[in-house]
């Protein structure tokens, strides 16, 4: 596609539910990004992926926090047990990483998760 | 937790005035990146300064680096009512990692 697309734009959901949120990026790029940014703040990393694995994933805040990307592509964010404080924009990014390569980051819009 | 800190976290000036934000960060950088942020959606790349670089421009843009400090500024020359926005610094050992940020607004 030609951008990075993230489904869906919104979520509401009710506490202890789970959720799913996905993440298209731009084709081709290894890389890609899950980030949660809460009003007034900076994104904050969660997870990072290159290629299918998940090269850092030290900004999970715990273990209902899930994500796979399982062809290299498509990447989806897992939380179970929903809890009000994981109400927040998760956004997702990608980009090519060649080796020597310095190389921006293509965001999505995000989904504006909200649970109540 | 987040690399990078961004100084001030708020900035108000009038059009045509440049605004000059900054950002300072803890650990070693392959490289450092800003990034705008409107209406607290997706952010937008402005421009990326590698670690054996000192200064970079792009249009009304410039940025610095200073790796022995560990800090960065932006600076936006000719300021306009559209660059009103969240301003972000990212470090990035390839996993990029962002600041609180500044918001700027220009007033009309």
């Known amino acids: 596609g030609a951008g990075v697309s993230q489904t869906p734009s919104n979520k509401v959901t009710e506490k202890g539910k789970y959720v799913e949120l996905r993440c298209d990026p731009i084709?081709?790029?290894?890389?890609l990004y899950w980030y949660r940014q809460s009003l007034g703040q900076g994104p904050e990393f969660l997870i990072y992926?290159?290629?299918?694995?998940?090269?850092?994933d030290s900004g999970l805040p715990n273990d209902r926090f899930f994500a796979v990307r399982p062809e290299g592509s498509v990447s989806t964010l897992k939380i179970q047990r929903t809890e009000r404080g994981d109400s927040a924009v998760y956004l997702c990014?990608?980009?090519?990483?060649?080796?020597?390569?310095?190389?921006?980051?293509?965001f999505g819009q995000g989904t504006r998760l909200t649970v109540v | 937790s987040q690399q990078g800190e961004e100084d001030p976290q708020a900035l108000s000036i009038q059009e045509g005035e440049n605004a000059t934000m900054n950002c300072s960060y803890k650990?070693?950088?392959?490289?450092l990146q800003w990034y705008r942020q409107n209406s607290g959606r997706g952010l937008v790349h402005l421009i990326l300064i590698r670690s054996n670089e000192r200064e970079k421009h792009s249009g009304r843009l410039r940025v610095t680096l200073d790796t022995s400090k560990k800090s960065s500024s932006l600076l936006i020359t000719a300021s306009r009512a559209a660059d009103t926005a969240s301003y972000f610094c990212?470090?990035?050992?390839?996993?990029?990692?962002f600041g609180a940020g500044t918001t700027v607004t220009v007033r009309a």
């Open positions: 650990t070693s950088i392959n490289n």
């Open positions: 990014a990608s980009r090519s990483l060649v080796p020597g390569g310095d190389t921006e980051a293509f």
């Open positions: 990212a470090t990035d050992d390839y996993k990029l990692s």
């Open positions: 084709s081709g790029h290894t890389a």
């Open positions: 992926f290159q290629g299918t694995g998940a090269a850092d």
